[in-house]
């Protein structure tokens, strides 16, 4: 015999299956959308239908756009500089970038990390896509911001090499790495402490 109402139960059941949500997150949430007026609820409801049809990726940066639109106004925008473009793991790593206001040049979302044990391999990314933009858009810098991972680290020393045999010849770099501030250095992994030495600066 059930405790909840089936369709509750359900959407408890459908909330748990959310990174980050465990059984008791899932449901508080799925009470307060119970509790919240029925307009409210409809309104989220119409928004998680409508999402595929509304969203599609770029078929040039592969970041997430409007579904009208035909490529980035990151990309479109005049004022970004198409000469430089910082390759990412997955679209919202773009907004963490954009949120600094210290970039101005263009993106390209790779899809994912090269990750033999889950079963992504190079030509599950878009990397044949970023050589391709290197020739075309003329490409002067290339900053590989992936994530400080032995996945993220395997994939930038994969796409230095892959553009040095391609035979182009853009500037490659990568995002500073180092100690965060707060932590002490018992705690930071090895990569963060290999990359803090790496990087280390005059004082």
Do not use: W
């Amino acid at each position: 015999m059930s405790i909840l109402p089936k369709a509750l139960e359900k959407l408890i059941e459908e909330l748990g299956h959310l990174p980050g949500v465990g059984a008791r997150t899932a449901e508080r949430y799925a009470y307060h959308i119970l509790r919240t007026d029925a307009h409210k609820a409809n309104r989220l409801a119409e928004t998680i239908n409508s999402l595929h049809a509304q969203v599609k990726q770029c078929p040039v940066t592969f970041a997430l756009i409007d579904s009208n639109l035909d490529v980035s106004p990151l990309y479109s925008d005049p004022n970004r500089l198409k000469t430089t473009v910082a390759v990412v793991e997955e679209p919202l790593d773009i907004v963490a970038l954009e949120r600094t206001r210290q970039f101005h040049g263009t993106y390209h979302v790779l899809g994912g990390v090269i990750s033999p044990i889950d079963g992504i391999g190079p030509e599950e990314l878009h990397i044949p896509e970023l050589i391709e933009r290197i020739t075309k858009d003329q490409v002067e810098e290339i900053i590989l911001a992936m994530n400080a991972s032995v996945e993220g680290e395997s994939t930038a020393l994969f796409l230095q090499r892959l553009v040095h045999e391609a035979g182009l010849s853009p500037r490659i770099t990568r995002l500073a790495r180092g100690i965060p501030i707060g932590v002490d250095l018992e705690y930071a992994d090895q990569i963060t402490l290999s990359h803090a030495l790496e990087g280390r600066q005059a004082f």
